[in-house]
């Protein structure tokens, strides 16, 4: 059974990466392998009540990320359709392509600490549409923006999900993975991002405004901007409060933005107010992406629940006695499978009397499953969100981005390790 399963999420992971070869969406390639997954699972299994269990608590986790990226998404949206994001624009006068990169890299990396790697991209990728008119040069800034989300995210107990998994599972506090994983993640952007700097040249040309764009009343703008962003930056800080999961705030924030434009432009005439609403945003969200997202997520949801992955986890440690080498190809393997099921089968295999919290080997995790997700496209929230809102190819993100994601990855591993000696 488990092979069975195992060979079907290879079969439908390999349809995935060839979408545009075999003329198949990647959405409908990642709900037939989570179906599948979870069907042969269920008929293999005598208790079939324990299986659907199974799924359903899979099916609550994974539909809080959907609703979080269906909220996040429209509220960038909106922002979008007041020109928002023109605020920012119009105080880029750069038109120099190594400048650009290293501004919106900068950005993301430290916005993602705040947001959160998922949110950003969502967040840099709109706002690169308005900056590069260039199909392809805008894709290589948003492979750009990928390793910067991830990398920021990871020193960050807010930044990504699998550091948040270990500050509440108890294996990192706070201010310590801030301090500890703050260089090598900037590292982790650094060096990719001086590597391409010795290559890139030229100027870009800014996307086209349109008139409609210019009829926009420069409060309403600058006042959805920021409403849309303080509700953003606000996610984390009420998670940390109410302890309710993220999606419960960004709905709670695309609420609010919903009624305050609705009040905002209930004078207007239909046809000017129809734009300028969170339903016309609703209709505009790139919904194949979400049931990729969702057909990706329980397929891997099957592997963690069948044992695949504790299997993996376990293979590991009696392989590679060094828990350098261990951790090191756990992030590796984050970019090919899912960082949350990886990190939680660590959490289960590995006590906190075996090793305390803030030990050398959950700081390093932490780092490695944060930043080695940017080696594929597929590996991380962001690059899976990123390759829906731009259709960025597998193979394509692969030939540019990968090496110079896997040369920032393996710089970070090199600091922290220095970093680790220095200090202990």
């Keep these: 059974m488990g092979l069975a399963i195992l060979i079907t999420f290879i079969i439908g992971y390999f349809a995935i990466t060839l979408e545009h070869s075999i003329k198949v969406n990647k959405a409908a390639s990642a709900?037939?392998?989570?179906?599948?997954?979870?069907?042969?699972?269920?008929?293999?299994?005598?208790?079939?009540?324990?299986?659907?269990?199974?799924?359903?608590?899979?099916?609550a986790e994974v539909s809080?990320?959907?609703?979080?990226?269906?909220?996040?998404?429209?509220?960038?949206?909106?922002?979008?359709?007041?020109?928002?994001?023109?605020?920012?624009?119009d105080r880029i006068k750069t038109k120099s392509a190594v400048k650009l990169l290293w501004i919106v890299a900068l950005i993301t990396f430290f916005l993602s600490a705040f947001l959160d790697n998922l949110t950003t991209t969502i967040v840099i990728v709109s706002l690169l549409r308005k900056l590069i008119d260039e199909k392809e040069k805008r894709l290589f800034f948003v492979g750009i923006t990928i390793v910067a989300a991830n990398a920021g995210g990871a020193w960050s107990p807010l930044g990504d999900v699998t550091t948040t998994m270990l500050w509440i599972g108890g294996q990192v506090?706070?201010?310590?993975?801030?301090?500890?994983?703050?260089?090598?993640?900037?590292?982790?952007?650094?060096?990719?991002?001086?590597?391409?700097?010795?290559?890139?040249?030229?100027?870009?040309?800014?996307?086209?405004?349109?008139?409609?764009?210019?009829?926009?009343?420069?409060?309403?703008?600058?006042?959805?901007?920021?409403?849309?962003?303080?509700?953003?930056?606000?996610?984390?800080?009420?998670?940390?409060?109410?302890?309710?999961?993220?999606?419960?705030?960004?709905?709670?924030?695309?609420?609010?933005?919903?009624?305050?434009?609705e009040i905002m432009h209930k004078t207007k005439s239909d046809g000017e107010k129809n734009i300028l609403t969170v339903a016309n945003a609703?209709?505009?969200i790139d919904t194949p992406s979400i049931l990729f997202f969702l057909g990706i997520l329980i397929s891997i949801g099957a592997l963690q629940s069948t044992g695949q992955l504790t299997i993996l986890a376990q293979w590991l440690t009696t392989t590679f006695k060094s828990d350098t080498i261990i951790v090191t190809i756990i992030?590796?393997?984050?970019?090919?499978?899912?960082?949350?099921?990886?990190?939680?089968?660590?959490?289960?295999?590995?006590?906190l009397q075996q090793y305390p919290t803030d030990h050398f080997f959950w700081e390093f995790l932490a780092y490695t499953t944060g930043t080695g997700g940017s080696a594929l496209i597929i590996g991380s929230a962001s690059g899976v969100a990123a390759m829906g809102m731009e259709n960025l190819r597998f193979f394509w993100y692969l030939k540019r981005i990968s090496l110079l994601a896997i040369l920032g990855y393996f710089s970070g591993i090199i600091v922290f390790l220095v970093q680790y000696k220095l200090m202990h």
């Design 31 to 59: 709900i037939v392998t989570g179906v599948l997954c979870w069907t042969i699972y269920i008929l293999f299994q005598p208790d079939k009540h324990v299986v659907t269990e199974l799924l359903m608590k899979h099916l």
């Design 64 to 89: 809080g990320i959907l609703f979080f990226l269906l909220g996040a998404m429209t509220i960038v949206e909106i922002i979008d359709a007041h020109d928002g994001f023109e605020v920012i624009t």
């Design 173 to 261: 506090t706070a201010t310590n993975i801030m301090k500890q994983l703050f260089i090598p993640s900037l590292v982790c952007l650094i060096v990719p991002l001086t590597f391409v700097s010795f290559k890139m040249k030229g100027i870009l040309e800014p996307a086209q405004k349109s008139d409609v764009a210019i009829l926009k009343p420069l409060f309403e703008r600058n006042f959805v901007f920021l409403l849309g962003i303080a509700i953003l930056i606000l996610v984390p800080i009420f998670k940390t409060i109410t302890h309710l999961p993220p999606f419960m705030a960004i709905l709670l924030g695309l609420g609010i933005i919903w009624i305050v434009t």
């Design 282 to 284: 609703l209709q505009k």
């Design 331 to 351: 992030g590796l393997l984050s970019a090919l499978v899912d960082n949350v099921p990886l990190v939680a089968a660590t959490q289960g295999m590995y006590s």
